[in-house]
């Protein structure tokens, strides 16, 4: 009775002697299904407790003046009674889902193609080296299902109709195998046996060689027919819209429960694959699939029997996706394969160690590469590059990436740093770079360290540029390591009479950093000197532009 009597004084009445008949729908249906916590209990005993509490008030005269006399209560609690019943019911069924909810939210279910179980291996991997994209590119222009999908997209032309219970007519369908090579099953309807058919046009759809272009009808895309790209960028983000066709290698049974019971098993080859460094041998990775299966699904087992041989529909698909190839009885990742599964990971938050291949790698690549790595990384990833290549060209590639981005500082002193360990034999690299506006206040600076002649030394505003260089890469570290980079420059003064001077300077984040100074630094004289700077900064930009 607690509850009840508790919500009557709190939205009903302050007398907790005084009852309406009103008040009791208020109480019972309204509120108290929304905040009860023993649901259940209070469907068994909350309409039989107040009904005793009434009776108690009525009967011992604590029933207070201006209620409702006790058979008009009785008589409204009976009305009630059905619709009480009927909301905690609902609620009961709620909580029971939101239950069901939390514990599939806390106890991810796992399945053959999951790859989290497997994160903690997958951490502890050798470094997955990746190939050049053009290298990529040229794999994935020979792919053979994408070339049927390009077909089948052409054959399919300007809006053709669709129907609803079947895509294709019957002779639609046998036009269409026919044109792919694939053989007309004697099962009738025709639409049911085809599976291969429909995997070919859901490719072509993520491909998205074939679009919706109406209610019923479907169009070729203008540039499908082209393929395979000249360009190697179009071709590889081709090749990665299709690549969760993978899933479509999962074997397909006749019993939908047991097709069910090996979903993902394509996707189990694949990580099976790369954990063994790329390559198994068929009849472990047979054995080892199976047994996974039966503990998926207790149907897994009799699915795996029912399919015959499960895995004959898995490596076709992934074949014919250019990802793996079988000689025997050893089945490989291809190059293609492998950086699929990289992004099959990726696409789950699942990290995984894979850099470009040390001799596939650019100047640019390892720069990028070596602002995320440990300095020992770093260091062993730069000697192993430097391997391949004559230190002076080292120093010109180094330089030629870093400036091919003014905003990127963070590459800009990688690239710096590393042309400075290689000594006098980067001068010449240094003195081409002298006419890079982003890179002169490095060359100079160097040029002058290495006492070259004929050089220009470095002026107020190189040295200028090199600390907003400094503190645009703080300021990506955070507010603290910010305010920390200036304090560097020294007391509050000294700072001020800088700010005076640097809003000059033709930096792409020069007024980015003033306004940052602006808003972090505990100085307030500081604090006003960037926002005077940072007026400057802005009013000669306009100027600037409107010249």
């Known amino acids: ?300 087992a009799a699915a795996w029997e029912e399919a015959g041989d499960p895995l004959a529909p898995v490596l076709t698909w992934l074949s014919g996706y250019g990802m793996v190839t079988v000689s025997g009885d050893a089945v490989r990742l291809t190059s293609l394969g492998t950086e699929g599964v990289v992004h099959l990971l990726d696409d789950d938050d699942v990290e995984v160690d894979a850099r470009p291949a040390i001799d596939a790698m650019s100047a640019l690549d390892l720069l990028s590469l070596s602002a995320d790595l440990p300095e020992e990384e770093a260091d062993a990833e730069f000697a192993a590059w430097m391997k391949l290549r004559e230190p002076a060209t080292a120093a010109e590639e180094l330089l030629e990436a870093a400036s091919e981005d003014e905003a990127d500082a963070l590459i800009r002193v990688q690239a710096a740093s590393l042309v400075g360990s290689l000594g006098p034999v980067a001068v010449p690299a240094w003195r081409e770079a002298l006419g890079e506006p982003s890179l002169r206040p490095y060359a100079a600076t160097h040029l002058a360290q290495l006492g070259v002649d004929d050089v220009p030394e470095p002026t107020q505003s190189d040295t200028h540029w090199l600390i907003l260089d400094m503190w645009t890469i703080a300021a990506g570290l955070g507010r603290p390591e910010f305010v920390s980079s200036l304090h560097d420059i020294g007391p509050a003064p000294v700072l001020s009479s800088l700010l005076e001077i640097i809003w000059k300077v033709p930096h792409p984040h020069v007024e980015e950093l003033l306004e940052a100074i602006g808003e972090a630094h505990p100085d307030r004289q500081v604090a006003k000197a960037a926002k005077r700077a940072l007026f400057k900064a802005r009013s000669k930009a306009s100027t600037d532009a409107a010249q």
């Open 1 to 300: 009775m607690g509850p009840a009597a508790l919500w009557h004084r709190l939205i009903a009445r302050d007398d907790v002697h005084l009852w309406k008949r009103e008040d009791l729908r208020m109480v019972l249906v309204e509120r108290l299904p929304q905040v009860v916590e023993d649901a259940d209990a209070a469907t068994d005993g909350m309409i039989p407790a107040v009904r005793a509490y009434l009776t108690f008030l009525s009967e011992t005269g604590r029933l207070a003046e201006g209620s409702d006399d006790l058979d008009a209560l009785l008589d409204e609690l009976d009305s009630v009674e059905e619709d009480f019943v009927e909301a905690m019911e609902e609620v009961t069924g709620e909580r029971d889902w939101d239950d069901e909810d939390e514990e599939l939210d806390e106890e991810e279910v796992e399945g053959l193609g999951d790859f989290e179980p497997f994160a903690d291996e997958l951490a502890d991997l050798p470094t997955i080296r990746l190939r050049p994209d053009a290298e990529l590119a040229a794999a994935a222009r020979e792919v053979p299902l994408i070339g049927k999908a390009r077909d089948l997209a052409v054959w399919v032309g300007t809006a053709r109709q669709v129907g609803e219970d079947s895509l294709l007519s019957d002779d639609e369908i046998r036009q269409a195998l026919a044109l792919l090579g694939l053989p007309e099953p004697d099962e009738k309807p025709l639409a049911h046996a085809v599976p291969a058919l429909w995997n070919l046009w859901n490719l072509a759809v993520d491909l998205e060689f074939i679009a919706p272009d109406g209610e019923d009808t479907v169009s070729v895309d203008e540039d499908t027919a082209a393929w395979p790209f000249d360009d190697d960028e179009d071709v590889l983000d081709a090749w990665m819209l299709g690549l969760h066709s993978v899933d479509y290698g999962d074997p397909e049974l006749d019993d939908d429960d047991l097709t069910l019971a090996l979903s993902g098993l394509t996707r189990a080859l694949l990580i099976r694959l790369l954990l063994a460094g790329g390559e198994r041998e068929l009849p472990g990775l047979r054995d080892e699939l199976a047994e996974a299966a039966a503990e998926f699904d207790d149907l897994g």
